[in-house]
T-cell receptor, first 113, second 115 residues
């Protein structure tokens, strides 16, 4: 089945730790995105990538980093510089960024302990 | 800056009722508008995509309309069922400016369909 796979589903982070969220797609899409969802705030864009080896900051990139070494993979690292990382993280992809349908993974819930 | 608003924030209806969810956006310069469904603790499921040149799209019991000039879209759900209970999100993709190509989301309408 074609789709977007996010792992893990649940992740716990200790203070001062970096953690990496995985996002893999087999849809052959060029564009990939990371969003953060908080209660009452809607979805906010963290990073996006139009093509392999390219990525750009979104609206709330501080404290996060990404890489795009392969077309199918777009991992997100939540660094210790992110002061309030507890949230639901969603990865998405689309054929291109120019007005094509976006598809989402099932999300990773990150909790700071 | 593009802003997307969804009203109401929550809606409760009896099973079998037809209903309309509303979405408004402040800038008509968009590539398209997309409606999503989100179940609690889950990701987003794409329901309908309307290109800026289109007026409506239909899928089963769902019909979405787009009036770009007035900055409005509606999602019509016919003969609602308890399984339709979820949060419905609307998003636009601006075609210019700093957010060009990125989905801009509303905060959603939480729908509850009572048996």
């Amino acid at each position: 089945d074609g789709g977007i796979t996010q792992s893990p589903k649940y992740l716990f982070r200790k203070e001062g730790q970096n953690v990496t969220l995985s996002c893999e797609q087999n849809l052959n899409h060029d564009a990939m995105y990371w969003y953060r969802q908080d209660p009452g705030q809607g979805l906010r864009l963290i990073y996006y990538s139009q093509i392999v080896n390219d990525f750009q900051k979104g609206d709330i990139a501080e404290g996060y980093s990404v890489s795009r070494e392969k077309k199918e993979s777009f991992p997100l690292t939540v660094t210790s510089a992110q002061k309030n990382p507890t949230a639901f993280y969603l990865c998405a992809s689309s054929i291109s960024r120019v007005g094509t349908e976006a598809f989402f993974g099932q999300g990773t819930r990150l909790t700071v302990v | 800056k593009q802003e997307v608003t969804q009203i109401p924030a929550a809606l409760s209806v009896p099973e079998g009722e037809n209903l309309v969810l509303n979405c408004s956006f402040t800038d008509s310069a968009i590539y398209n508008l997309q409606w999503f469904r989100q179940d609690p603790g889950k990701g987003l499921t794409s329901l309908l995509l309307i290109q800026s040149s289109q007026r409506e799209q239909t899928s089963g019991r769902l019909n979405a309309s787009l009036d770009k000039s007035s900055g409005r879209s509606t999602l019509y759900i016919a003969a609602s069922q308890p399984g339709d209970s979820a949060t419905y999100l609307c998003a636009v993709i601006p075609n210019y400016g700093g957010s060009q190509g990125n989905l801009i989301f509303g905060k959603g309408t939480k729908l509850s369909v009572k048996p």
